[in-house]
C-alpha cells in the first residue's frame, strides 16, 4: 500500500484571473512533517482549505488516505484535525469549557479527550482562567488542542507559530515534534519563515504564486545548491551578458554591491575570472562560498528577503 497521506494532482484553484493554487501536486508521506513554505500570499491557506474541503477547487484532484475528498469527505474529515483560521472560541469560557462545548458538538465528549489535549499543548485541564484572558501564545495551544482532541491521524496546522515570541515558539515546535515521534501524527504546516520550517519539518514544498517550485526532504534540500561562486566585479551586468553568451547559464544572480554569485559550481573560478578580465572587467574578489538554505529559498521566490 501506499504511504501517502494526501496527494493532489493537478489542484488549481482560480480567483476571477489569478490563479492562486497552480497545478499543485503535493504529495505528503505517511508519519511525516511536511511544511508548506510560502511568503505572503503565496497559496498557503487556499491550499489547506482544499485539502479540507471548506472550497471547491476549479480543477484538479485531492486524494487523502487514498480516497477522494469529494466522494468520501464524510470520511475523510473526521480523521483529520485542523486550524486554518482562529476558530470561534467563546471568550467568557474557560479553555477547558470551550473545548467541552465542542466536544459535546463533535459527539465525542469524553473528559479524558479533553484532558489529554489540553496536556499535550501543556495547558492545565479545569483552569479557572477565562478565554478572554489568555495569551496569544495559549490561544493558539488551545486551537491546536481543539484541532488535536479527536486523535486524528492527519493534522493540518495553517502557521501555528504566527505571533507567537521565540519561547513560544520553540515550545509549539516540541509539541508539535512530539505529535509526530510519540503520537505518530501526519503533519502539514504551513509557514512564511525557513528558519522555522525547516527546524520542524522532514519534507519541505516552497509554494510561490500557487506553483510548488519545490518539494523535497529537507534533507535533500540542504544539499541542493550548496555552492556557489562569488565574484565582486566592475559592471556585474556586463559579467551577466558574459556568462550567457560564453558559459550558456543564467544561473546566477546580481545584487547590489557589485555583486554577482553563481550557482554553477562545475565552471572554474579560474577561469570565469580569467574571462572576465580578458572582456576588460575588473575583478576585486573571487571565492567559493556556502549556500544556506536561506539563500536557495530567497532565489527561487524571486529575490527579496523573507520571514
Ligand atoms: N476568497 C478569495 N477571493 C479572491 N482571492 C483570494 C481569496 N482567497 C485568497 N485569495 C488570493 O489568493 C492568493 C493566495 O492567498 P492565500 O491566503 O492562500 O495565501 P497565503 O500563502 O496563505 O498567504 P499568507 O502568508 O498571507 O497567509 C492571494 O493573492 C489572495 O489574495
Ligand atoms: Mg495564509
Known amino acids: 500500500m501506499s504511504d501517502m497521506i494526501i496527494e493532489t494532482i493537478n489542484l488549481t484553484k482560480q480567483y476571477g484571473e489569478q490563479k492562486s493554487v497552480n497545478n499543485l501536486n503535493l504529495q505528503v508521506r505517511q508519519g511525516r512533517i511536511y511544511g508548506l513554505l510560502g511568503r505572503n500570499g503565496a497559496g498557503k491557506t487556499t491550499t489547506m482549505k482544499l485539502l479540507l474541503n471548506l472550497t471547491n477547487p476549479t480543477s484538479g484532484e485531492i486524494r487523502i488516505f487514498g480516497k477522494n475528498i469529494k466522494k468520501d469527505a464524510k470520511k475523510i474529515l473526521p480523521r483529520i484535525g485542523s486550524m486554518i483560521e482562529a476558530p470561534g472560541f467563546y471568550p467568557n469560557l474557560t479553555g477547558t469549557e470551550n473545548l467541552k462545548i465542542f466536544s459535546l458538538l463533535r459527539g465525542t465528549p469524553t473528559r479524558d479527550a479533553i484532558q489529554n489535549s489540553l496536556e499535550t499543548v501543556g495547558l492545565p485541564y479545569g483552569d479557572k482562567k477565562l478565554f478572554t484572558q489568555y495569551s496569544l501564545g495559549m490561544k493558539q495551544r488551545l486551537a491546536i488542542a481543539l484541532a488535536i482532541m479527536h ?157
Do not use: W
Open 151 to 307: 486523535d486524528p491521524e492527519l493534522l493540518i496546522l495553517d502557521e501555528p507559530v504566527n505571533g507567537l515570541d521565540p519561547i513560544g515558539i520553540a515550545e509549539m515546535r516540541s509539541f508539535i515534534r512530539e505529535l509526530s515521534s510519540i503520537k505518530k501524527k501526519t503533519i502539514l504546516i504551513s509557514s512564511h519563515i525557513l528558519s522555522e520550517i525547516s527546524l520542524l519539518a522532514d519534507d519541505i514544498g516552497i509554494i510561490h504564486h500557487g506553483v510548488l517550485l519545490e518539494q523535497e526532504s529537507l534533507v535533500n534540500l540542504e544539499e541542493k545548491n550548496e555552492k556557489y561562486l562569488h565574484f565582486i566585479i566592475s559592471d556585474p551586468f556586463q559579467a551577466a551578458r558574459i556568462l550567457e553568451k560564453n558559459f550558456n547559464t543564467k544561473n546566477f544572480i546580481v545584487e547590489q554591491g557589485n555583486s554577482l554569485r553563481i550557482y554553477e559550481d562545475h565552471l572554474p573560478a579560474a577561469l570565469l575570472n580569467r574571462t572576465f578580465v580578458e572582456n576588460g572587467l575588473e575583478v576585486s574578489e573571487a571565492r567559493t562560498c556556502e549556500n544556506s538554505l536561506e539563500d536557495y529559498f530567497r532565489r527561487i521566490t524571486g529575490g527579496e528577503g523573507i520571514g
